[in-house]
């Protein structure tokens, strides 16, 4: 007997593969179906333009199956692309579609597509584009960059600024502290790194200063040393040191965020003491422990979004206060768009002449997706017409079909941040029943479930049915018999075992297979096999026993042995942990790299277990520096808390290191009380008074309670108390209030050492809620600009009525967003009128108030209708900047999604930032066509670093900004690339022709800086040539012959430097 272990991972996979092969009998004649494919996205590669450089092959994946056999061709640009004209740089995989290219170069760069063909249909891949990336630039390295000697003043904030290196895709940067001892990694509550790479100190202390040692800012990807700082901190009285929150960084005001990706909001204040960050969206506090997916990072200062959901669109806020001076706040609006996903997927389809057949397609995405529907390899609209096919948006139905109809139908859904597409097939037979494969004999434990498979292929689909001891097996409350025929039995007992049989028919006929089932103990299970010629699976870390056919073994090994093959680059081996140095209240990991696998660590990660959560683990630091060695990590009290680490490269993470020694820390004081302290009633005479649990790692000694207190909002009332003894309570019901009081509220966090060493907050709550509200009366509005009005209403008068509800809701939509997308603002019970500012620009908007407590709201106001005057645009949702030489850049941007307006144009506004003194601001030409989407920004310094700005407008005034930071290339000596152009004739002046010449600039590759038009008339032998063009990107020769035909010819410049394009006739 065989026997074998084999992962549980693994187990799964071969499982998937064999029932998939296993659909349909492999002689039958089938359409291609893709099995490997390119990402949707993009494959980067390295041009070696060193001796020094390697070339790293990249592979274009494209492989089919199907009957008979495939041909593939691939499609690049959207023009055929035949690899078999460039040398034995790109090869074709025998059998298969995919391309290697082996030593990539820049005319690689494109958009590629595979297409896999025979006599039954046409696949098609996914498209990808082939990128090449684009070298560190402009990052000093360690041997040409001295310290450079920075002072300033201890306990005021201040920030060093790395030269963040230019490159595809962008590096990241970190800061670290260079000593004779080695590097060592940044870990202050006063010290924090921005996303852009600069260092901020909130406030810089003594301990900041660089004694023999010095600053230095690295990039994770080729642990380059940049810039490098010796910061000297000069001595200041205590009473100097008291300053104010100062704005140091903070992400921009119209942030991006992407489905299901990571997202992370900064808000950086400097100050002395260090500020405090409180984090608020849409007015709600965001509790300083986070949430399920958010939480707070660099002590506060951002806020980190795991896995970003729809729900977390909206208006964050942050406060910074430190008790000097007034607190300073700033708004983010988080808008979360997504690439496009399917919710309902076509799926291939086998069938019989004269059925009806049906491809569903459903996507998702932010913004909505296009569907757009293919026919072997081309749009469906090019598809010859067929009258018994109907194409909708997201289905196509064909009906009577016929064997003319075999083909493959893909379903590409997209939107301007990817797509998403899926080829499949309607493959049309006629076909009796026939088994692909049966299980002759399957074993069960008892009462636990059965399942008897009979895998069945025919065409039409046949109709299976189960038989026992001559009797026809149906749905009932033990047996189920699923769509793809399998039985479940729901709880075996021995009864069940015995012979079934499997009857499967159509209108070709009908076949049927036997299996036999064996139910036992299990107990037994283990004696049995050595009397069954079976393969035993052993499921690693699961209960989970199977029994599979001899004959299934071989196919496995198979896949082992092919899977097993060497990979040249691998996740990083585990970190080998040193050990673990235990304080009163803080913890010391140290731990050494094993290996990383040809491919070096990026960073480190330290994860610790509690006694109190023993099977999962929780994030201690999540990006330590791969130079590390070891890392501190404060502790709570009376826990155990033990350790372990992980490494990280750019192929993944590797398996963590072995489980470090226990730390345990002794007994203290709750370190906070419960926060998200609240009360309302629930009924008119109660008060229902709640909070969020405090999970046991922060309850700091046994015995944890809860005090509740509370007491009438009125000079000399006592307070009330309860304590409460289960930590997971979060609410209690206080019964027999006087309905519609206010009182004050506590909720104290306690333990045997003693009651929370913070001040309590007291809050303010209500007994009692109405059954109803008044109706707010008179609605008018003054609209004041295009998102604000004032809005005014009759309200309630009555004390005793104002003191039922909580306040009134201002709700508005438009027309496009419908009522149920409605916005809402709020306002005070005791108000009759509000000043709103949500209201979308240059639309006909609707409003109405309605009363509201914390459980429902009241009869809605009548609703009025508006119309709001032209706004400010919102930003851009892109810009690119493409060097033409040395100094200057060809600028690509998107339209405002928002225009609030009709658009005028766009301005254009730049700066240096390479120097540390201000530079002036300069604004490019402005631009009044609103449908030009590219303009030159030109007279730039070379290999200098440029803030580009750029504002929509419309007659409302220059909407809101967006940017980016670039720098143009270093002086080369070298020639532009050939250049290209296209010309047109413009309206003629006085009887003269007008040609507008329009540049083509390669941002692929090197183009310079201007241009210049050479021209001739026919016949003549000198040209002429215009002014050097260094604004603009085309230029209009005026005052030539009409009816004529001139040669031309573009000068591309940079510097001293030009190169000539081919000729060209121009006709006027």
């Not at 660099?298 to 970003?308: A, E, Q, T």
Request: with cysteine; net charge negative.
């Amino acid at each position: 007997m065989l026997k074998m272990l084999v992962p549980a991972r693994f187990v799964f996979h071969t499982l998937c593969i064999t029932q998939s092969l296993a659909q349909i009998p492999q002689s039958l004649q089938s359409p291609p179906r893709m099995v490997k494919q390119p990402p949707t996205d993009e494959i980067l590669f390295h041009e070696a333009v060193r001796q020094s450089d390697q070339d790293k092959p990249i592979t274009i994946e494209c492989e089919a199956e199907g009957v008979p056999a495939l041909k593939y061709r691939w499609i690049k640009n959207g023009k055929p692309f035949d690899w078999r004209n460039y040398d034995d740089r790109i090869s074709q995989e025998p059998g298969r579609g995919t391309l290697n290219i082996t030593v990539p170069r820049h005319e690689d760069v494109g958009q590629y597509q595979c297409f896999a063909t025979n006599e039954y249909g046409t696949a098609t891949s996914n498209s990808v584009f082939v990128h090449k990336s684009v070298e560190l630039e402009n990052f000093k390295t360690e041997a040409d960059n001295e310290p450079q000697n920075y002072d300033t003043n201890e306990g005021e904030p201040y920030g060093l600024r790395c030269d963040t290196p230019d490159g595809w895709p962008k590096s990241s940067v970190y800061w670290l502290i260079q000593t004779p001892e080695g590097d060592k990694s940044i870990n202050s509550s006063r010290i924090t790194l921005d996303p852009e790479g600069s260092l901020w100190f909130s406030s810089v202390s003594e301990e900041d200063a660089s004694v023999n040692s010095s600053y230095a800012c690295s990039t994770n990807e080729r642990k380059i040393i940049g810039k490098r700082v010796k910061l000297n901190v000069l001595a200041n009285s205590a009473s100097q040191n008291r300053h104010e929150p100062i704005r140091q960084y903070v992400t921009r005001k119209n942030e991006w965020a992407y489905l299901g990706k990571k997202a992370e909001l900064y808000c950086i204040f400097g100050g002395t003491p260090v500020p405090e960050i409180q984090w608020k969206k849409n007015g709600i506090p965001i509790p300083r422990g986070g949430t399920n997916h958010v939480t707070m990072r660099n002590y506060g200062k951002s806020l980190f979004i795991d896995r970003v959901i729809a729900d977390d669109e909206g208006h964050y806020s942050c406060e910074a206060s430190n008790g000097v001076g007034s607190a300073k706040s700033y708004s983010i609006g988080l808008t979360v768009f997504a690439a496009p996903y399917f919710t309902v997927e076509p799926e291939i389809v086998n069938a019989a002449e004269d059925e009806r057949v049906e491809f569903s397609c459903v996507a998702k995405g932010v913004p909505e997706p296009q569907i757009k529907w293919m026919y072997n390899g081309m749009p469906i609209e090019q598809a010859p017409l067929n009258a018994r096919r109907r194409i909708q948006t997201n289905k196509i139905i064909i009906d009577r079909l016929n064997k003319n109809d075999t083909g493959n139908y893909g379903c590409n859904a997209t939107n301007r941040f990817g797509y998403v597409y899926k080829d499949v097939y309607v493959n049309v037979l006629a076909l009796a029943p026939e088994f692909t494969d049966i299980f002759y004999l399957t074993v069960s434990v008892v009462d636990e479930a059965a399942t008897l498979k009979c895998l069945v292929f025919g065409a039409p689909k046949p109709l299976v049915k189960w038989i026992r001891l001559g009797k026809e097996l149906t749905n009932d409350r033990r047996y189920r018999i699923e769509s793809n025929g399998d039985l479940i039995i729901k709880k075996a007992n021995f009864s069940d075992s015995g012979e079934y049989t499997c009857h499967a028919t159509n209108r070709f006929g009908s076949n049927e297979g036997h299996v036999k089932l064996k139910v036992l103990e299990e107990g037994r299970l283990w004696q049995e096999a050595a009397e069954m010629n079976f393969l035993h699976l052993y499921f690693q870390k699961l209960t989970l026993k199977m029994w599979v056919p001899a004959s299934f073994v071989f196919f496995t090994l198979c896949i082992t042995q092919s899977l097993a093959q060497p990979t040249v680059e691998d996740v990083p081996n585990p970190p080998y942990l040193k050990g673990i140095r235990c304080k009163e209240f803080e913890a010391t990991i140290e731990w050494e790299s094993k290996g990383d696998n040809k491919t070096p660590n990026l960073r480190y990660t330290i994860q610790y277990n509690t006694s109190f959560t023993p099977d999962s683990w929780d994030i201690a630091a999540e990006n330590v520096s791969a130079s590390e060695s070891s890392y501190r990590v404060p502790l709570s009290p009376w826990s155990n808390y033990t350790f372990r680490v992980i490494a990280w490269n750019k192929i993944g993470q590797s398996l963590p290191s072995a489980v470090s020694g226990v730390c345990s820390t002794e007994p203290d004081v709750p370190a906070k009380n419960p926060e998200i302290v609240e009360a309302q009633g629930d009924k008119p005479d109660n008060m229902v008074i709640s909070w969020k649990p405090m999970p046991e790692i922060e309850h700091n000694a046994p015995r944890f309670q809860y005090l509740v207190m509370w007491k009438r909002a009125i000079e000399g009332a006592d307070w009330h108390g309860k304590l409460i003894s289960d930590w997971k309570v979060d609410r209690i019901t206080v019964p027999d209030l006087p309905a519609y009081q206010p009182y004050k509220i506590m909720v104290l966090a306690i333990n045997e050492n003693g009651k929370a060493n913070v001040a309590t907050q007291e809050i303010t709550g209500y007994s009692g809620n109405p059954n109803s509200l008044p109706t707010p009366r008179d609605l008018t509005i003054t609209v004041i600009d295009s998102k604000t009005g004032l809005i005014r209403w009759e309200t309630a008068t009555d004390e005793s009525v104002i003191s039922q509800f909580k306040g009134y809701k201002i709700q508005t939509w438009t027309d496009e967003e419908g009522m149920e997308n409605m916005r809402e603002m709020f306002s005070s019970n005791d108000s009759s009128r509000a000043l709103i500012n949500k209201f979308v620009p240059f639309s006909k908007n609707y409003a109405r108030i309605v009363a509201y407590t914390d459980f429902f709201d009241g009869p809605p106001s009548e609703t009025i209708s508006f119309n709001t005057p032209e706004g400010i645009p919102e930003a851009v949702p892109s810009l690119q900047a493409h060097p033409l030489g040395s100094t200057a850049f060809l600028l690509k941007w998107q339209k405002p999604l928002q225009t609030n307006g009709v658009l005028t144009g766009y301005k254009i506004y730049y700066e240096d930032i390479n120097s540390t003194k201000i530079e002036p601001l300069f604004q490019r030409r402005e631009i009044e066509d609103p449908n030009q989407l590219h303009a030159k920004l030109a007279g730039l310094k070379p290999n200098t670093k440029f803030r580009i700005t750029i504002r929509a407008a419309t007659q409302a005034g220059e909407g809101n900004e967006f940017f980016i930071e670039t720098r143009t290339l270093p002086p080369m000596a070298k020639k532009p690339d050939v250049p290209e152009f296209t010309w047109k004739n413009e309206a003629p002046v006085n009887g003269l022709a007008n040609v507008r010449v329009q540049w083509l600039p390669n941002v692929q590759g090197y183009s310079g800086s201007y241009f210049q038009v050479m021209y001739k008339l026919r016949g003549e032998s000198v040209f002429e040539i215009s002014k050097p063009e260094l604004e603009e990107d085309y230029i209009i020769l005026r005052g030539l012959n009409r009816g004529a035909t001139y040669k031309m010819k573009m000068l591309a410049v940079d510097g001293d430097y030009h190169t000539e394009s081919n000729i060209q006739d121009v006709e006027t």
